[in-house]
């Protein structure tokens, strides 16, 4: 802050000392604003009406001394400069004066340089201050932009997750009734083309009949690829009910299904035990029914193969896995292991790239994630996390 910028206010019931100090600071200080009264009340309503940053007083003095006046002065901002001009007979009044909070005190007669030391010591106090508080304005008005942008962006944020949230909504609506009104169409055909087999088979020459069993694979294989999409809509629209869920109990099971469909195969399996989370217990068992249902099929290959679930820790946070010794993939496609259709592998191996998309589709509805590695002939290990666990 520049002198001037500055303002002060002279106090002093003597008229010559009063003159006197005026003009020994407007020469010394010539870009000082000065002001000057002649008791205490006067010189508090200068005070009001021109707020300067420096007030120099007398105390004794008619109407309303400068003890009272100061007191008022500093009752209406403590920041103000006070000088109060004492004389040894104002001892009575310094006590008071130190409550109230006067600043500095220089006695009568007046030294001129002690005046000009002290002015000079609180055009730099002042200053600073000024600093300050243009710093704290400046930052209280940078925290009420910050906020007001963080209120925005968050109302974006919920507008637009409103907005995904109905569109995903249609989307596995329109699948739903998609895959529902295509069941209709798809019996018409099995069972037309059953019908041509068991009664006009003996009319039929064989290369009819080889395109009859096409059709016929064909259509079957649409009617299972249009029963994992409606399982995949159903996923996205049913409601979470939450509960304790035993996974080990559920991964048991159904690895002990899988086993009874194919009892000759050689497949060892290690199912660590009591891991129970929060979750919902349908979607859940459908989410191991698909991972371990892959593990399952991708090891169908190997002789002896592998099989494990378990619970490790991830990046400091509590993971589950689905790992075999199977076919595995190859890592640099693994951005399209979740995507719907997708599918790693050739015909060698049944499915229609659904599977994941499900599981991947049960864990983002339970807060959590999913993700893979693997190595081709080497096998493959799938992680998910449940939050809140």
């Known amino acids: 802050m520049q002198s001037s910028s500055l303002s002060l206010l002279i106090v002093e019931d003597d008229a010559a000392t009063r003159d006197s100090l005026c003009n020994l600071t407007a020469m010394q200080y010539p870009d000082f604003v000065i002001h000057c009264a002649d008791n205490g009340r006067s010189g508090l309503e200068c005070f009001m009406l021109h707020s300067p940053h420096i007030v120099l007083t007398d105390i004794s003095m008619p109407v309303m001394d400068g003890i009272s006046m100061s007191a008022e002065i500093k009752s209406l ?14 001892t009575r009044f310094l006590l008071k004066a130190i409550e109230i909070g006067i600043d500095h005190y220089l006695l009568k007669p007046l030294v001129c340089e002690k005046l000009y030391g002290v002015i000079d010591k609180n055009i730099t106090l002042i200053s600073e201050l000024s600093q300050r508080r243009k710093m704290k304005i400046a930052l209280l008005k940078s925290q009420n932009d910050l906020k007001l942008a963080n209120e925005l962006l968050e109302q974006r944020v919920s507008d637009r997750t409103a907005d ?3 569109l995903i909504r249609e989307q596995e609506s329109f699948n739903y009734s998609v895959s529902h009104d295509l069941r209709a169409p798809l019996r018409h055909i099995n069972s037309f083309s059953a019908i041509l087999m068991e009664e006009f088979a003996e009319q039929l020459p064989g290369q009819a009949r080889s395109y009859l ?3 016929r694979t064909a259509s079957s294989r649409m009617g299972a690829l249009i029963d994992h999409l409606l399982e995949l809509s159903r996923v996205g629209r049913a409601q979470i009910k939450l509960g304790q869920v035993n996974l080990s109990e559920i991964a048991r099971a159904i ?3 899988l086993q009874e469909t194919e009892p000759s195969r050689c497949v060892g399996l290690s199912i660590q035990d009591g891991i129970t989370v929060s979750g919902d217990p349908s979607l859940l068992r459908q989410l191991l029914e698909n991972l371990l249902g892959n593990a399952w099929k991708y090891t169908s290959k190997k002789p002896s193969a592998h099989i494990e679930f378990g619970r490790t820790q991830a990046a400091g946070e509590v993971t589950y896995f689905v790992k075999d010794d199977g076919a595995g993939f190859n890592m640099e496609y693994k951005d399209n292991l979740f995507e719907a259709f997708q599918r790693l592998h050739s015909s060698e191996f049944e499915g229609d790239g659904i599977g994941l998309t499900t599981a991947q589709r049960i864990i983002n509805r ?4 999913i993700w893979a590695d693997g190595m081709v002939d080497k096998g493959a290990t799938f992680y998910f996390t449940l939050p809140n666990q």
């Open 77 to 90: 901002n403590p920041e103000v400069v006070i000088i109060a001009l004492t004389s040894y007979t104002d």
């Open 164 to 166: 995904l949230q109905i």
């Open 213 to 215: 069993d096409r059709i």
């Open 255 to 257: 690895l002990g299904s």
């Open 366 to 369: 339970h807060g959590g994630n």
